[in-house]
T-cell receptor, first 111, second 118 residues
């Protein structure tokens, strides 16, 4: 099935460090979303982006909708142990109902 | 409960058997999605329902996979003659409205049904 390219695939960082991950597509998207999945749970929405160039924050999380509309970035500042999980980007093309997910970034935070 | 409910949470079956996975969306949510998550992989889109109709079935991997939704509520994903490569977590999500509008509705996910085909 169709998936977005997301990198890095995994990250192992120390508590307090900042984290950056990104997602790219060969297609233009009108909406970019970032989800987090805890073990044994379904993904939960973190941030939604609706306009090219938009920069949105949610606490320590900041996400940007790329100007080209083909990419998006998520930054986590001052990571804490509960940030552990899998982060997924997701994109929605114009006038479609198919939300395409990235391959995920697995984050491990060590105290 | 108030969230998306999926059953069974775990299913182990033998190759060649049929399985049914059920999704109970949040009450009032018109849009319902099925995704598949293989081990260590992202979420693979399978099918989307708006009400009882499925405008997009393009993600179904083969004709062994089918899904229906009745009464604009419960949905069932059926896999016939299961194969080992069908082993995955099947996630269902619902939203108040579909995505093809200026303000897309937030997608709420269930905890998934883990399918293991021996």
């Amino acid at each position: 099935g169709q998936q977005l390219n997301q990198s890095p695939q995994s990250m192992f960082i120390q508590e307090g460090e900042d984290v950056s991950m990104n997602c790219t597509s060969s297609s233009i998207f009108n909406t970019w979303l970032w989800y987090k999945q805890d073990p044994g749970e379904g993904p939960v929405l973190l941030i939604a982006l609706y306009k090219a160039g938009e920069l949105t924050s949610n606490g320590r999380l900041t996400a940007q909708f790329g100007i080209t509309r083909k990419d998006s970035f998520l930054n986590i500042s001052a990571s804490i142990p509960s940030d552990v999980g899998i982060y997924f980007c997701a994109g929605l093309a114009y006038n479609t109902d198919k939300l395409i997910f990235g391959t995920g970034t697995r984050l491990q935070v060590f105290p | 409960g108030a969230g998306v409910s999926q059953s069974p949470s775990n299913k182990v079956t033998e190759k060649g058997k049929d399985v049914e996975l059920r999704c109970d969306p949040i009450s009032g949510h018109t849009a319902l999605y099925w995704y598949r998550q293989s081990l260590g992989q992202g979420l693979e889109f399978l099918i989307y329902f708006q009400g009882n109709s499925a405008p997009d079935k393009s993600g179904l991997p083969s004709d062994r996979f089918s899904a229906e939704r009745t009464g604009g509520s419960v949905s069932t994903l059926t896999i016939q003659r299961t194969q080992q490569e069908d082993s995955a977590v099947y996630l269902c999500a619902s939203s108040l409205v579909g995505w093809a509008i200026p303000q897309p509705g937030e997608l709420f996910f269930g905890e998934g049904s883990r399918l293991t085909v021996l």
